[in-house]
């Protein structure tokens, strides 16, 4: 892990993992608030970059509690993943650890779990 990102590989494309990730945020009634197509923008201005792509999502029941604890998490909250393709084909999943959110805002650990679902969601997703 470094400066706080969590990463693994899977071998689906960026475009499937997003069909992926937003059906697993529907099943467990978390809201996706966006989807930003940061390679669709750079193509835009004559750019070109590896299919990426931002999802912001969350559960206003899980972080709220945090934002309230530390108003501070606000900076990175909602909870978001990084998906952007390889050269070698595999889609790279990242995402901010929760463990190094609490850290860094110096929320009370008991309110780590509400974040840690953002784990489980990319380890799902990427099988």
């Given at each position: 892990?470094?400066?706080?990102?969590?990463?693994?590989?899977?071998?689906?494309?960026?475009?499937?993992?997003?069909?992926?990730?937003?059906?697993?945020?529907?099943?467990?009634?978390?809201?996706?608030?966006?989807?930003?197509?940061?390679?669709?923008?750079?193509?835009?201005?004559?750019?070109?970059?590896?299919?990426?792509?931002?999802?912001?999502?969350?559960?206003?029941?899980?972080?709220?509690?945090?934002?309230?604890?530390?108003?501070?998490?606000?900076?990175?909250?909602?909870?978001?993943?990084?998906?952007?393709?390889e050269?070698?084909?595999?889609?790279?999943?990242?995402?901010?650890?929760?463990?190094?959110?609490q850290?860094?805002?110096?929320?009370?650990?008991?309110?780590?779990p509400?974040?840690?679902?953002?784990?489980?969601?990319?380890?799902?997703?990427?099988?």
């Open positions: 892990m470094k400066n706080g990102i969590r990463s693994l590989t899977s071998r689906h494309s960026v475009d499937e993992l997003v069909k992926l990730f937003t059906t697993l945020l529907a099943e467990k009634n978390i809201k996706l608030f966006a989807i930003v197509d940061h390679s669709g923008e750079a193509s835009l201005v004559g750019l070109l970059m590896p299919n990426t792509k931002l999802l912001i999502f969350g559960n206003p029941k899980a972080g709220t509690p945090v934002m309230l604890s530390a108003p501070s998490t606000a900076l990175d909250l909602p909870l978001k993943i990084l998906l952007t393709q050269a070698d084909g595999t889609t790279l999943v990242s995402w901010n650890d929760a463990t190094w959110l850290q860094r805002h110096d929320f009370s650990p008991e309110l780590i509400n974040l840690a679902a953002v784990e489980a969601l990319a380890r799902k997703a990427a099988e």
